[in-house]
Nanobody, 115 residues
Framework: QVQLVESGGGLVQAGGSLRLSCAAS????????MAWYRQAPGKQRELVANITRGGSTNNADSVKGRFTISRDNAKNTVYLQMNSLKPEDTAVYSC?????????WGKGTQVTVSS
């Protein structure tokens, strides 16, 4: 099993930055893929970015050039650096760990971007 705890959300003005953290209960170096998802009110959950154990990353088109996912295996933590935030980035951001055939989720952290 993997427990995930997100932090770093909050209220920020448009154009600002936030860094989200996801602390895992086991070594992130043993987890195949870790990812950040988000869900805005009334919308489906969507993938924001993911990173493989080998370090390959993938970003949603809507955040390319603005968000960066990274992992620090020594700290068992995955980060999401969010720059140039827009009101449409407002959502609950959740961390995901994909281990073999099982997905684990954190409880999420709220990000609100004011215009």
């Amino acid at each position: 099993q993997v427990q995930l705890v997100e932090s770093g959300g909050g209220l920020v003005q448009a154009g600002g930055s936030l860094r989200l953290s996801c602390a895992a209960s086991r070594s992130t170096g043993t987890i195949n893929t870790m990812a950040w998802y988000r869900q805005a009110p009334g919308k489906q959950r969507e993938l924001v970015a993911n990173i493989t154990r080998g370090g390959s990353t993938n970003n949603a088109d809507s955040v390319k050039g603005r968000f960066t996912i990274s992992r620090d295996n020594a700290k068992n933590t995955v980060y999401l650096q969010m720059n140039s935030l827009k009101p449409e980035d407002t959502a609950v951001y959740s961390c995901n760990a994909h281990v073999v055939c099982i997905d684990y989720w954190g409880k999420g952290t709220q990000v609100t971007v004011s215009s």
